[in-house]
């Protein structure tokens, strides 16, 4: 029987022939460009001929992209969702051409989850736990007005990572979120965020941000600059993704916490997409990745460790 280097050589053959249409939502966060690029450099790794669309995140053009996948007739096809809804029809087209689709990072709301072989995302209520229970034990029972800056709206890790969160301070009950509103994943529509919360809340009566992802954050501490305040020690500071920047920031003093979610999501789903084409081995329905908390001790090694990832 095959060595472990033979099957591993057979798999990575198997995926070598494999031709894949990715439909990746854009690039709205340092997380998401970094999840493109490993899945380029995995592709070439593998010998993949990977193609990659970017939708601006949009729906309609994820859609699209999927539709000239089919009519290409690609071998596989990786599904960044955008939101999680609307998406029965077009995977309904796939899988009658018998194309098998890999969720990315997202998950779908279908009531027919025949519709894609394997999703390959973190547990964001997990991440959103990881959050709240880092701020409660930080706050030590002292009181914390929190003001939440959600991702993008639809998405379902949004409702999770919030749901979560408010898991993770329920167990404080003088923690409360005072204001919530979409950053849209994006520094620039986190930094207009932060500051409209910064505007009408009473000076001084912000206890902590709490942003969906990193980059968002980013755009919450030159918010928290510009009107002056310590970002970090007058406003504590917690967010998702685990991306250099914001190790880079907590190392400086300017952040105080994340929960690590991996950019290498597309080399699982050719792990398993390789298996699966070669003898039809079915793959587990949910592929987790880990959600690890970083805090300001590792941040200057981390940073290190990661940059040269995005
Ligand atoms: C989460 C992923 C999110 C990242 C953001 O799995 O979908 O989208 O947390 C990205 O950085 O925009």
Known sequence: DKGGAGKA?????AAGALTIGFSQIGSESGWRAAETKLAKLEA???????KVSDAQQQQANQIKAIR???AQGVDAILLAPVISSGWDEVLGEA?????????LDRQIDTADPSLYLS?????TVEEGRVAGRWLVSTLAGRDC???EIQGTIGASLVANRKKGFEEGISTAANVQIVRTQSGEFTRAKGKEVMEGFIKAEAPGTICAVYAHNDDMMIGAIQAMKEAGLKPGSDILAVSIDAVPDIFKAMADGDANATVELTPDMASRAYDLLAAYKKDGTQPPKWVQT????YLPDTAAAEYERRKDLY
């Open 44 to 50: 070439e790794k593998r010998g993949i001929n990977l």
């Open 290 to 293: 880990p959600s690890t908390l």
């Open 9 to 13: 050589a057979d798999a990575g053959k």
């Open 145 to 147: 007005r929190v003001v």
């Open 95 to 103: 899988k009658a051409a018998n194309i098998p689709v890999v969720l």
């Open 119 to 123: 999703a390959v995302t973190s547990d």
């Open 68 to 70: 000239s996948f089919i």
